[in-house]
């Protein structure tokens, strides 16, 4: 959005404009003020009307709608912002993806979807919904998969920071290109933004240099200032070395949650095949033992394994030229090729993890 104005004019000089204008009298310290959202008003009224609407129209209806114009001029410069921000929705449907057996579903929808669809019933009993929160745990688990659950369940819109993304301009500016985006978070509503890899901009100060130390005192900065906007904004940061984070983080104050996202048990790895079943042309499937075959796999091993099968599937069917159905033998052929992310180390760990660090 184009919204440079020409420089201010003096509070007097305002004053005189205004008056001129309007036929309305305001002090020069509130005339100045004024005058710069009149001359917004003028820009997005022509914007709206696609023609060259006059200063004194703008000025006027300004005056006399300044409310509305104020919540319309926000409206179209978070859309802007959206766009800016690679913003996008996301299916209701990935709710229902997700095993109400899987841990934490159950943990997210009352400690997060319910005060925030809620929220008269949360406003009774004097429950406050989180704006921030971090999910821990080894790779592969579905933290992304759970903010993106979130977002469409919420029906905000959803935003994916990368690090490297603020590293685009080097390392050094970091800091500055954090504080940016968060300054544009903080202006928009009903919106889900999420920060993976998290370590990488809020580690440790411990042994960290200079500059490290620099980027996560910045991060530190900024989450109180979007904690405390009157917006529906919600940021969710994930990690799979919570240990490498910066322990100012992991206290009370600054992050209202911090949740631990764990291997799949057996109904959580059966819902996800099921819904990857009604992807491919499937046969005769028996579901326990495809189940009990997926020991150990993670979301995205699964959707490794479906890939393998689907692409297994299409070349033998170009092959016979004959209709090639997936059976339950086509996955234990294929599941053999595929070493699950978790190990026993790795499980461990993250439970040791899960002990330190959960705070709900």
């Known amino acids: 959005m184009n919204e440079n104005a020409p420089e201010t004019p003096s509070p007097e000089v305002c004053a005189s404009k205004i008056f001129e204008l309007s036929g309305s009298k305001f002090a020069p310290d509130v005339a100045v003020e004024l005058w710069p959202r009149i001359m917004r008003h003028k820009w997005l009224m022509s ?13 006027i209806d300004y005056l006399e709608n300044m409310e509305q114009a104020h ?76 903010v993106k659950a979130i977002a469409g369940i919420l029906s905000w819109w959803y935003i994916e920071i990368f ?8 390392i050094d500016k970091l800091g500055a290109n954090l504080r940016g985006v968060m300054e544009k978070a903080r202006q928009l509503d009903e919106a889900v933004i999420f920060i993976d890899e998290f370590e990488e901009i809020a580690a440790s100060r411990d042994m960290a240099t200079r500059l ?67 992807t491919i042309n499937a046969g005769d499937i028996d579901l326990d033992r495809v189940v009990t075959l997926t020991a150990r796999f993670t ?42 992310s978790l190990t026993d180390e790795m499980i461990e760990e993250f439970r040791q993890d899960s002990v330190s660090y959960t705070r709900t």
């Not at 690090?163 to 080097?170: N, T, Y």
């Not at 994930?238 to 490498?244: H, P």
């Not at 490794?304 to 209709?323: D, G, I, T």
């Open 47 to 59: 914007e709206k009307l696609r023609r060259d609407v006059g200063l004194r129209t703008a000025c």
């Open 71 to 146: 919540k319309e001029f926000m409206a179209y410069k978070r859309v802007d912002l959206l766009n800016e921000m690679g913003a996008r929705t996301v299916s209701r449907k990935i709710w229902d993806t997700i095993s109400d057996s899987q841990p934490p579903k159950q943990l997210v929808e009352t400690k997060i979807i319910l005060p925030l669809t809620e929220e008269e019933l949360a406003k009774k009993h004097g429950v406050v919904p989180p704006k921030t929160i971090i999910f821990f745990g080894p790779p592969g688990t579905g933290k992304t998969h759970f």
């Open 163 to 170: 690090p490297s993304m603020l590293m685009a301009d080097g």
């Open 212 to 278: 490290e130390k620099s980027i996560t005192n910045e991060f530190l900065k900024q989450v109180p200032l979007l904690k405390n906007q009157g917006n529906k904004i919600l940021l969710v940061c994930a990690t799979n070395f919570i240990r490498q984070l910066d322990a100012a983080l992991l206290r009370p104050g600054r992050f209202d949650c911090v949740i631990p996202v764990g291997e799949l048990d057996e109904q959580g790895r059966q819902t996800i095949i099921k819904h990857y079943l009604s």
């Open 299 to 340: 979301p995205a091993d699964l959707e490794y394994l479906f890939q393998k099968v689907a692409q297994w599937a299409f070349e033998r069917e170009y092959a016979s030229k004959q209709n090639y159905k997936v059976t339950t033998d086509t996955f234990a052929e294929i599941v053999g090729q595929i070493r699950p």
